[in-house]
């Protein structure tokens, strides 16, 4: 079946330095990709998706970038900030359909001061 | 607006025991969804709703139902509470996008709940 795996389950930067988090993904057919931010106690918050038709998305302070070859995926955040700690996950689906979300097990991503 | 809103935020139950979560969204969205999360891991689709009326089967489905009478309601019911389905529960729901694009998905704030 389909899975979306992490390679790093944790992950620790310096605050203000740049961080990226990183995301294979095996279903071929996979058309859409989500990162969402998960804080303590809280669910997932959207950060940025982007389509198979496209190679990069930026958003505010963050990038991903979707390499279709290799099948893989991955979270750039600059300048990094405490608030920035939390788990994030990628998620893969064939959008196709009623968009059924496929997550990996996430990264925890830590700031430090 | 509220978003998505889950309730109750935590709860206890005992084996064999039945409860229902509450979900509801007043964004309008057509499609909502169910989401368990076991310690240390990604999210995992129970059931979908693809507007009123409609609803199907996610990956994991056995031991819930669900019901979807109204655009902004989507409740999870669980018949006979087992060990195995302690875990946290998230709802989310998205609009339905043009032209066959996705819309992300949005989150409540998740119901914990203990089976002992």
């Known amino acids: 079946g389909e899975s979306v795996g992490l390679h790093l389950p944790t992950l620790s930067v310096q605050e203000g330095d740049n961080s990226i988090i990183n995301c294979a993904y095996s279903n071929s057919a996979s058309d859409y990709f989500i990162w969402y931010k998960q804080e303590s106690g809280k669910g997932p918050q959207f950060i940025i998706d982007i389509r198979s038709n496209m190679d990069k998305r930026q958003g505010q302070r963050v990038t991903v970038l979707l390499n279709k070859t290799v099948k893989h995926l991955s979270l750039q955040i600059a300048a990094t900030q405490p608030g920035d700690s939390a788990v994030y996950f990628c998620a893969e689906n064939d959008w196709r359909g009623a968009q059924k979300l496929v997550f990996g097990q996430g990264t925890r991503l830590t700031i430090n001061p | 607006n509220a978003g998505v809103t889950q309730t109750p935020k935590f709860r206890i139950l005992k084996i064999g025991q039945s409860m229902t979560l509450q979900c509801t969204q007043d964004?309008?969205?057509?499609?909502m969804y169910w989401y368990r999360q076991d310690p240390g891991m990604g999210l995992k689709l129970i059931y979908y709703?693809?507007?009123?009326?409609?609803?199907d089967k996610g990956e994991v489905p056995n031991g819930y139902n669900v019901s979807r009478s109204t655009t902004e309601d989507f409740p999870l019911r669980l018949e006979l509470a087992a060990p195995s389905q302690t875990s946290v529960y998230f709802c989310a729901s998205r609009n339905k996008g043009q032209f066959g694009s996705n819309q992300p998905q949005h989150f409540g704030d998740g119901t914990r709940l203990s089976i002992l």
């Open positions: 964004m309008n969205h057509n499609y």
């Open positions: 709703s693809v507007g009123a009326g409609i609803t």
